[in-house]
């Protein structure tokens, strides 16, 4: 969905290196969350934010940190990078108002290799 | 949240109709029931949601029993490009903690 952006698309790094994932949204929205996919295997929540001062820990949250900067940014780091963290990390937002589901946006998703 | 069983992949061929199902037997009261598609290299997306009965929209319908155990997502006459994996998820309807197994793998061939 080009309403959430994910930056870089791409990124292989090394072992102990901190690493920054973006995201930006132009939806409106004001929850956001951040997944990551291993192959063949479906997305684990890793933080989830449901506005600006509210950020909380999903299942798989050990080795990683979030900032929400603000509304449109919610920012995904790896203080200190490790191979198992070699994964697709998606990025998504979305907007229970109306009586209306949770669905879910994502983002192209960025793909992180660490050697 | 209640768990959902679906089968592991299937294979069909353009212009047929798919049906893939979705077990969901601790399905709770105000559980809805929502598919997402996802292609290679890019992130889910929305298809359908509902809670009972059928709902059909303009890319799939969605059939679900009485008892609402389980559910099974339709797609009309397939094409090639509707080669995706399909993920089942159940929940209410502010449930943000979306649990997503390992999905359906649909293969369509001409």
Not at chain 1, 87 to 93: E, G, I, K, P, S
């Amino acid at each position: 969905d080009a309403d959430v952006t994910q930056t870089p698309r791409n990124r292989i790094t090394k072992t102990g290196k901190r690493i920054m994932l973006e995201c930006s949204q132009t939806k409106g929205h004001d929850r956001m969350y951040w997944y990551r996919q291993d192959p063949g295997l479906g997305l684990r929540l890793i933080y989830y934010s449901f506005d600006v001062k509210d950020i909380n820990k999903g299942e798989i949250s050990d080795g990683y940190s979030v900032s929400r900067q603000a509304q449109a940014k919610f920012s995904l780091s790896l203080e200190s990078a490790i191979p198992n963290q070699t994964a697709l990390y998606f990025c998504a937002t979305s907007d229970p108002t109306g009586g209306q589901s949770d669905t879910q946006y994502f983002g192209p998703g960025t793909r992180l290799t660490v050697l | 949240l209640a768990k959902t069983t679906q089968p592991i992949s299937m294979d069909s061929y353009e212009g047929q109709e798919v049906n893939i199902t979705c077990s969901h037997n601790n399905i709770a009261t105000n559980d809805y029931i929502t598919w997402y598609q996802q292609f290679p290299s890019q992130g889910p997306r929305f298809i359908i949601q509902g809670y009972k009965t059928k709902v059909t929209n303009e890319v799939a319908s969605l059939f679900i029993p009485a008892d609402r155990k389980s559910s099974t997502l339709s797609l009309p006459r397939v094409s090639l490009s509707d080669t995706a994996v399909y993920y089942c998820l159940v929940g209410d309807l502010a449930s943000y903690k979306l649990i997503f197994g390992s999905g359906t793998r649909l293969l369509v061939r001409p």
